[in-house]
């Protein structure tokens, strides 16, 4: 069960200058909540390439970012919304090596490997909304001595 925390920002993405505010939104977030330099690092990585393809391919929307709770871990939910065109094939934008040009060239399929949690809602002509979680690494548990 995931439990919202509550919105934590709605930033705008409307031009190069608005990616560069969500990047720094999303690495001064999940360092705040623990996260690792990699983990920072991948769900940094994650949130330009959606944040880019919101920009490039919806024309422009939003991202929201949302602190989460499951299991006694913290984690950061990011919503990037639109109302573009839609993803007419859904299915080959998220095959692996597919890209459309322009991004990092990741494309939506290695944005989802980046993550812990990826869910997009698409229709052609209504839009979409990609929703990305990252949780906090728990550190091990100490072994017990035999």
Same mark, same amino acid.
């Not at 991202?63 to 919503?79: D, F, I, K, P, S």
């Given at each position: 069960?995931? $439990?919202? *925390? ?6 705008? !993405?409307?031009? +190069? ?16 909540? &623990?996260?690792? =330099?990699?983990?920072? $690092?991948?769900? !940094? /990585?994650?949130?330009?390439? =959606?944040?880019?393809?919101? =920009?490039?391919? #919806? &024309? ?5 970012? $949302?602190?989460? #709770? ?15 065109? &839609? !993803?007419?094939?859904?299915?080959? *934008? ?7 040009? #322009? #991004? ?14 990826? +869910? !997009?809602?698409? /229709? ?8 990305? /979680? ?13």
């Amino acid at each position: 069960m995931h $439990t919202a *925390a509550g919105v934590e920002a709605c930033l705008p !993405i409307r031009s +190069d200058m608005d990616l560069v505010w969500v990047r720094q939104h999303v690495r001064q977030a999940a360092a705040r909540l &623990g996260f690792g =330099l990699v983990d920072q $690092t991948k769900l !940094i /990585t994650a949130a330009s390439e =959606l944040a880019r393809n919101t =920009l490039v391919h #919806g &024309g422009g929307g939003q991202m929201e970012a $949302t602190q989460v #709770g499951r299991a006694g871990a913290q984690g950061l939910r990011l919503a990037f919304t639109d109302e573009g065109p &839609g !993803i007419a094939d859904l299915d080959r *934008a998220l095959s692996d090596g597919y890209t459309s040009g #322009g #991004g990092l060239g990741m494309g939506l399929s290695g944005a989802r490997r980046l993550v812990h949690d990826f +869910d !997009i809602d698409t /229709t052609p002509g209504t839009g979409t909304t990609v929703r990305v /979680t990252c949780w906090v690494s728990r550190p091990p548990r100490p072994r017990e001595e035999a």
